[in-house]
């Protein structure tokens, strides 16, 4: 079964003319519901996280902070980063829907997929970044492991921009193997996700980075991805796995230099289904309205299908890699001999 959480509620965080404005979910429901699959899914309304869960991953000083940032009328928190007065509210939805997207992979679905907004994969235990508030993905995944006692989690993270704040949460951590594919920090927000930011302590060999230069495209993710997601699946043996979904690595999308096409997002969710039969995908980022609806849909629709392979998305023919994408995966290969073997 596949679940889709959503709340039109989510509009309720108002942003105005900001690249991560309401319009973006409003958009890709209502091409969902126009192309007829909207009433195919397993619908759920998200429930609010609770205090308890949100300091599970971010500090009460900084939750006290952007409560009453927000009450008291809200406005520019960073250079980009805009709340209004409802956006406490709304982004302890967002985490609660990431928490109602896992609970119903671990009840029931195949595949849930939260599809909320303010995004999280910015935002630090003590502050919020790049359009983020509460790091919904972490909130959840912190929720399983306390609620249902799992151990290991996989999270891959393919949206265009480094998840700077998922990574330091779980830095240190070596119970959650953190993979993020992304365009080469040295030329985009945050700055952060280059190779050697392998994890700390005994978290080290879990933060994996692949950082791609710009103007990479569908062929190059695949030839990496190919390379790297089952064989450190394989090895790592998580009992519950993440795919954090960004659709701004798409050609069209004017927040990075990237140049995947709308295939890219089917081929990344059938790869992943030929590696766990159940995941959980969280929407993070995605600016270019009219191609986020497009490879939503089309991902969508991959997950209901469970008959579509992988290689059905393939780009016809041969992969054409460019020969920095190679360098890149032999720099990872060997950061990475000692923990992992591709
Ligand atoms: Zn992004």
């Known amino acids: 079964m596949i679940s889709l959480v959503y709340s039109p509620e989510y509009a309720r965080h108002q942003t105005g003319h900001h ?3 309401q319009e973006r979910l409003e958009v890709m429901m209502k091409y969902l519901i126009e192309q007829g699959e909207a009433e195919k899914l397993d619908i759920h309304l998200p429930v609010p996280a609770s205090d308890e869960d949100l300091l599970r991953v971010h500090t009460k000083h900084y939750l006290n902070h952007l409560q009453k940032f927000t009450k008291s009328g809200g406005g ?7 709340a209004s007065p409802e956006s406490y509210q709304i982004a302890k939805l967002a985490a609660g829907g990431a928490i109602t997207a896992s609970q119903l992979v671990f009840d029931q679905s195949d595949f849930a997929y939260s599809m909320a907004r303010p995004p999280g994969h910015h935002a630090t235990a003590d502050s919020a970044l790049g359009f983020c508030l509460i790091n919904n993905l972490a909130v959840a995944l912190e929720y399983m492991r306390k609620t249902h ?25 070596p ?12 030329t985009i927000f945050p700055g952060k996700g280059f190779i050697e930011e392998t994890g700390s302590r005994m978290g080290e060999g879990f933060n994996l980075n692949i950082p791609l230069p710009p103007g990479s495209g569908t062929s190059d993710y695949i030839y990496i ?11 790592f043996q998580a009992d519950f796995y993440f795919l954090d979904v960004g659709f701004d690595g798409h050609q069209d999308d004017p927040l990075s230099s990237l140049q995947l096409d709308d295939d890219f997002y089917p081929w990344i969710t059938s790869h992943m289904q030929e590696i766990t039969p159940k995941m959980v995908l969280i929407l993070e980022g995605g600016y270019s309205q009219d191609a986020m609806a497009r490879s939503n849909l089309k991902m969508i629709k991959v997950l209901k299908d469970k ?8 780009p016809s023919g041969k992969l054409v890699v460019k020969d920095e994408t190679k360098k890149i995966f032999k720099r990872i290969q060997d950061t990475f001999s000692p923990f992992f073997t591709f």
Request: with cysteine; glycine share 4%.
């Open 19 to 21: 690249p991560e404005n």
């Open 307 to 314: 008959s579509t392979h992988e290689d059905q998305w393939r």
């Open 76 to 82: 520019y928190l960073d250079f980009d980063t805009f």
């Open 225 to 235: 991805l190919e390379k790297i997601l089952e064989p450190a699946c394989r090895k």
């Open 175 to 186: 119970q959650v193997l953190y993979i993020s594919i992304h365009q080469d920090p040295r």
């Open 149 to 173: 006692g799992l151990r290991k989690f996989v999270i891959v993270d393919f949206d265009a921009h480094y998840g700077n704040g998922t990574a330091e949460i779980f830095y240190n951590d």
